[in-house]
């Protein structure tokens, strides 16, 4: 849950902008934090330019409005795919594989091009899954698969012509097997344990 500081309250002094200059547009007037939803940026700029009596349920309307976009604020570590497979991946029956840069999960395909600049290796994802069955099972959630199934999710551009998506597509497929030499190997054969 996100929470105001002092320095980011609305209504706090030096809020409303310089001395006699009409409240406008927030860029290059005052720095604004990271405030999440656009909505939340409106109901700031109410609060930076509106009468005290606006002022003094603003901080508790932004805090509410960015608290139904928790996800926004995630930590660092929620946007660790390996630990989210640690953590997870043995409870996961199957799991979606795309290349990805880390910015966007744009869906991509295991391109030499995609892979040199991409986060997802299939040697980290294996291991990190075998770290997921090796560890304490976490209560609350369903017993561990015990069967995975790996498959790709990767989604062409919407001007791709078929000739050059199944080209990508098996070039995915080579670049996996590498790692995954066949269907239905246990988990520990494929890491040669």
């Not at 409005?65 to 989210?84: G, K, P, Q, S, V």
């Not at 295991?110 to 770290?131: C, D, S, Y």
Request: proline share 10%.
């Amino acid at each position: 849950m996100w929470r105001w500081t002092p320095a980011t309250r609305p209504g706090s002094a030096g809020s409303c902008g310089p001395p006699g200059k009409p409240c406008g547009a927030l860029a290059g007037e005052v720095p604004v934090p990271y405030l999440g939803p656009d909505m939340a940026y409106v109901l700031f700029e109410g609060a930076r330019c509106g009468a005290p009596a606006v002022r003094a349920g603003a901080a508790e309307a932004i805090e509410a409005e960015m608290n139904r976009y928790a996800y926004l604020f995630a930590e660092e570590r929620d946007c660790d795919l390996y630990r989210w497979l640690e953590e997870l991946g043995g409870y996961a029956p199957i799991i979606h594989l795309q290349q990805t840069n880390g910015k966007s999960s744009s869906h991509l395909p295991f391109t030499e091009a995609n892979n040199q600049a991409g986060l997802v290796h299939p040697l980290k994802v294996l291991k990190a899954i075998a770290r997921s069955y090796g560890g304490e099972e976490v209560p609350g959630l369903p017993p561990r698969s015990p069967n995975l199934y790996l498959t790709f999710e990767i989604f062409p551009h919407t001007t791709d012509r078929p000739r050059d998506i199944l080209p990508v597509l098996a070039e995915s497929v080579r670049y996996w097997r590498q790692w995954v030499p066949e269907d239905g190997l246990a988990l520990s054969a494929l890491l040669g344990e």
